[in-house]
């Protein structure tokens, strides 16, 4: 692992990460004084949303500059709010590792949305600087419905989402492996409001439980701008299948990690009320032989 998950920068991360945190309950209080501002990301919940309904395994498988607001967007959030059958997504830290503009990277680009060749729906193998370097592991299609709270969950057409997630192994491309750019894809909604990327389940990291990166904008020309996202956040992924996923030899550095991380108490998603954790976690289907399906509906208050 490199020298990016070492206990300092994470002690560092975390800290940052829990006057963060702070600061938005404090916010969400005024808010839910004056009525006027509701934000999401509130919470604190220390109930894991991870069930048997969330996953079926098959017995086979033994900020972007992006978090400001700009014109034709809008970025109001919700606490735990739904309408319909969908929840608001808790805004979440876009990490070190975004490669989205906001900060220094070590390799090859320190803003691939804004780099030929992001939009696809493969996201497997490096696509800057003559790498095609496919990033190995348990084939993954995840596929995320992106949803307006305040528009009884109607489907948001037209809207591109940005993904990213580590390796097998943890690392992040352009940070920990700054050659390679596998595992980071942007994708356009649908007239379902979907977007699918395919690529592998990820690996678990000491000190945070297994999840994918996302940002979402309201248009292509937003997100490949890397500017004005709606929301920042991150999919948890469901306990059953991470234990199938890490019981193999290509994760074996994910099983030990994956023991003593749990939704409610990770340092992100913990904070969160019962609801979006729930509804942060994705659904997912299928064996370590064939690959896994997985979805989730990504609530959004326009």
Same mark, same amino acid.
């Given at each position: ?17 829990r ?6 309950r ?21 109930a ?7 996953v079926t +395994? ?10 400001g607001?700009g ?37 090859l ?6 780099e ?8 497997r ?17 995840i596929t ?15 809207y591109? +989402? ?12 352009l ?12 994708q356009?909604a ?7 990327f ?11 439980f ?17 500017r ?5 956040s991150q999919?948890?992924m ?21 023991a003593?991380?749990s ?7 913990g ?7 729930e ?24």
């Amino acid at each position: 692992m490199s020298e990016q998950h070492d206990a300092g920068l994470r002690a560092d991360l975390i800290e940052i990460e829990r006057i963060r945190l702070g600061r938005r309950r404090a916010l969400g209080l005024i808010g839910a004084g004056g009525g006027a501002l509701v934000l999401a990301g509130c919470g604190g919940s220390e109930a894991s949303a991870t069930s048997d309904s969330n996953v079926t +395994v098959s017995d086979s498988g033994t900020a972007a500059s992006g978090s400001g607001s700009g014109t034709g967007t809008t970025g109001s959030t919700a606490t735990g709010s739904s309408s319909g059958s969908c929840t608001a997504f808790a805004s979440e830290t876009n990490g070190p590792y975004p490669a989205d503009g906001t900060n220094s990277s070590r390799g090859l680009s320190s803003n691939v949305l804004v780099e030929s060749g992001v939009v696809r729906s493969d996201i497997r193998s490096s696509f800057l600087g003559g790498s095609t370097t496919v990033a190995e592991g348990i084939e993954l299609t995840i596929t995320l419905r992106l949803a307006d709270v305040n528009d009884s969950c109607g489907a948001l057409e037209g809207y591109a +989402v940005y993904l990213w997630h580590c390796d097998v192994e943890g690392d992040y491309s352009l940070y920990d492996q700054p050659n390679e750019s596998w595992l980071r894809g942007v994708q356009v909604a649908d007239e379902n409001g979907e977007v699918t990327f395919t690529t592998i389940w990820p690996g678990c990291y000491n000190g945070r439980f297994p999840h994918i990166h996302f940002e979402v904008y309201s248009s292509i020309d937003n997100a490949t701008s890397g500017r004005y996202a709606v929301l920042i956040s991150q999919i948890a992924m469901p306990d059953d299948a991470n234990q199938t996923v890490y019981a193999t030899q290509a994760y074996a550095s994910s099983q030990s990690n994956y023991a003593g991380e749990s939704i409610g108490g990770d340092n992100v998603f913990g904070d969160n009320t019962t609801d979006q954790m729930e509804a942060m976690t994705a659904s997912a289907s299928g064996s370590v032989t064939a690959g896994f399906t997985a979805e989730v509906t990504v609530g959004i208050a326009t």
